[in-house]
């Protein structure tokens, strides 16, 4: 039997291997323990220094294995039971673990959408999901190099990307194999518009797995409304 607790660990481990991956394209090398996946250095934007991977875990030892030397560190508490305050740290924002069963989206009638294939693509993905606010660089051509992460987009007529999402596959997760979605964008319409699709595409990619991420928000509503339940809370920690 699959309990809210158990999708809460996929979710946890599929979030962090994909925390992982970012890094490592920034050559950020992160490291997995008993406890937690923590970065000794700093992340890349909007992505955590530490992801705890159990309840329970030690305060010091997450807070122990990055940099606390700068303002900006950040921990991903995934099951919303730290106390970071004593290290210096204060709650930047709450949000909840998200899981859908596998399957096709209730309803999607556009085009399918493609995997980003090559660095051009890769470029032309993170742009859109840019919008012009100045991160492009963050999403670079060496996500080609895993296995396990596809650029999801979908094209308009004349070749622009219009909509977007990240997919994470993760098969050593407590319980089986997940697809984390992440990113999830839209240029018109936002995540409503783009949910659709991007779940079409993961179906169509791995139709046996089940998809969880995270949202807050706006953003959390509108999951849930294409599908989702919300499985557990997590809270993300600032330094400084």
Known sequence: MTTKRSLVLMSARNNADWCAVMGRTHGVPGEFGAQAWTAPVRTPPYYPDAVTLVPGADPAEVTGRIDLSAPGATVKDSFADLDLTAAGFRVLFEAAWIHRPAGPPAAFSGAPWEVAEDPDAVRAWAHAWDDGGGDADLFRPA????????????????????????????????????????????????????????????????????????????ELDTALRHGFTATGPLRIWLHG
């Open 143 to 218: 996500l080609l190099d895993d296995p396990g992460t596809f650029l999801l987009a979908a094209r308009a007529p004349d070749g622009r990307i219009t909509a977007g999402a990240v997919a994470s596959r993760s098969e050593g997760v407590p319980g089986g194999g997940v697809l984390g979605l992440s990113n999830v964008f839209a240029r018109d319409g936002g995540a409503d518009a783009a949910w659709p699709g991007a779940l079409d595409a993961a179906h169509r990619l791995f139709p046996g797995l089940p998809v969880v991420g995270y949202e807050h928000g706006e």
